[in-house]
DNA sequence: AAATGATGTTTCATTATATGAAATGAAACA
DNA sequence: TGTTTCATTTCATATAATGAAACATCATTT
């Protein structure tokens, strides 16, 4: 990110090793399916038995890491949860917007998801689940692709123009045939999200799907949040009916009027 | 440092300080609702600037904390929450379950919840919301109360004799005037739960809401989830109707066997 | 019933490396 | 301009992390 890198491939900054493994320890059990042995954990981190084992002691009197009582084999912990679940509920829009995301819900039957990006990464804050039996929406703390969202988009055409220029610029990964891939077609869109102030993303995450977004601003005109109903193309068309889309635009507009009066 | 524990109450055995240090750093900046300063966290921890400065950087590269491009300041990072979203989803019960339980709010019109016991600790892993507009049901991560909440009476009634024992003999804290606070009325409360395959917990967490929980038994007969209708006492009355007790139940003995199948 | 091979856990000498005080930038403020 | 308030870097020191190997448990196998 901000590594000069300087030649030699030797970037040993500030920061701790010590804290490196044992982070690299929890991302690894994360990962795993299935509680690991100690000697695999070891293993996979280059590291001794004994090195391991005392990180694990001292994340798992933290809750970031459990042992399984009868096979004494460790296994990610429920900390990460909970605190995940703290996180989430420090942002303004979760809480500002709930009763209208509900009403929109209510309205439009489809799922409602926010979202909102923080530096380089596009996350899931909030779900409000449709009536459908079968759930497409993304869960909160799900990341989303910038170019292959709805939600991505808002965020390319409302948000900092820096983000826009190095997500632009930078490889875009298909998800699906749909997927927009080249920069010029992704700034054709943009501009006419611009135009329009909502976004769509037929197939373009996943084939059958479809998401509407809109913008949220606070109070300073920037761009804090967007909102989006999900579902099958069925019932969220290519070109959404023009009911779903006041419903969306007019739910993130009254969500922002809500905004500017804290503060 | 470097005592020789015994004595003084405080046995400092295996772990790692430096990674203890950190963690703690970690959960400091989760509990800050806003963005903390270097020197502000190191003086709460006890500990130099440049130590926690140093773990901090480690800690950013993993995501696990931010910093404010603007201020400089750090705060706690998403990585939490995307990492809690992916421990979440290794729970056989949340992907079994969905669509049954979808089809259980559909039916009741309720919010519907699902916990598990990890250890020591109730949590919600999943969240299926009603169709009011005021939302009661707790979110995935959080953590409930053993003997006050209906899914901690099932775990209570249906789960591990020592946990009972525990709960049971320890101290039992009310959240509302209606909660049990005395063993022999929580275990009384138990017998009942045992006796009916149901648990309710009217006004016992907050007033005003009740919640209808039921157990789910993997195909070794031993309990690996509960499930649970949440609403306000007006919908789900202290002693449920008929109608609600018979769709929770049936739903929960819907996903048993649904678990038998697997393995 | 003894032996084997999985585990996790502890010990201990060795030195790598985390540490704190203070110096240095850098930026906002008055 | 000077002053405050931040984060960041430097550097000598010894704290505290480290790995190899021994130990302890528990199943499973012979």
């Not at 890198?5 to 690299?24: E, H, I, Q």
């Not at 995301?101 to 779900?127: F, K, S």
């Not at 329009?196 to 606070?218: C, H, K, Q, S, Y």
């Amino acid at each position: 990110m901000t590594e000069p890198d300087s030649a030699s491939g030797k970037s040993a900054p500030a920061g701790t090793s010590t804290l490196d493994l044992a982070l690299r320890a929890v991302e690894y059990l994360v990962q795993q399916s299935r509680p690991a042995a100690l000697a695999q954990i070891a293993e996979a981190l280059s590291s001794s038995k004994a090195t391991i084992y005392r990180h694990l002691v001292t994340l798992q009197r933290h809750g970031f890491v459990r042992q399984e009582p009868e096979t004494g084999r460790y296994e990610a912990g429920i900390k990460l949860m909970v605190l995940g679940e703290a996180l989430r509920q420090r942002f303004d829009i979760v809480s500002a917007a709930r009763a209208d995301l509900m009403t929109l819900r209510d309205h439009t039957g489809q799922a409602v998801t926010v979202c909102a990006a923080i530096d380089t990464e596009l996350i899931v804050l909030e779900l409000i689940q449709g009536r459908t039996l079968i759930e497409f929406a993304t869960r909160p703390g799900t990341r989303l692709a910038f170019h292959a969202s709805a939600h991505g988009k808002i965020w390319l055409a409302f948000g900092s123009k820096e983000r826009t220029a190095a997500i632009a610029d930078g490889p875009l990964q298909a998800w699906t045939p749909a997927t927009i891939v080249t920069k010029e077609a992704l700034l054709a869109d943009l501009a006419l999200v611009r135009e329009r102030g909502w976004a769509t993303a037929p197939d373009e995450v996943i084939t059958g799907v479809n998401t509407l977004a809109a913008p949220v601003f606070d109070h300073r005109q920037t761009l804090v949040g967007s909102i989006a109903i999900v579902g099958a193309t069925q019932f969220i068309p290519p070109t959404p009916d023009p009911d779903q889309i006041r419903e969306v635009v007019g739910t993130a507009a009254r969500i922002s009027r809500g905004l500017t009066w804290q503060d």
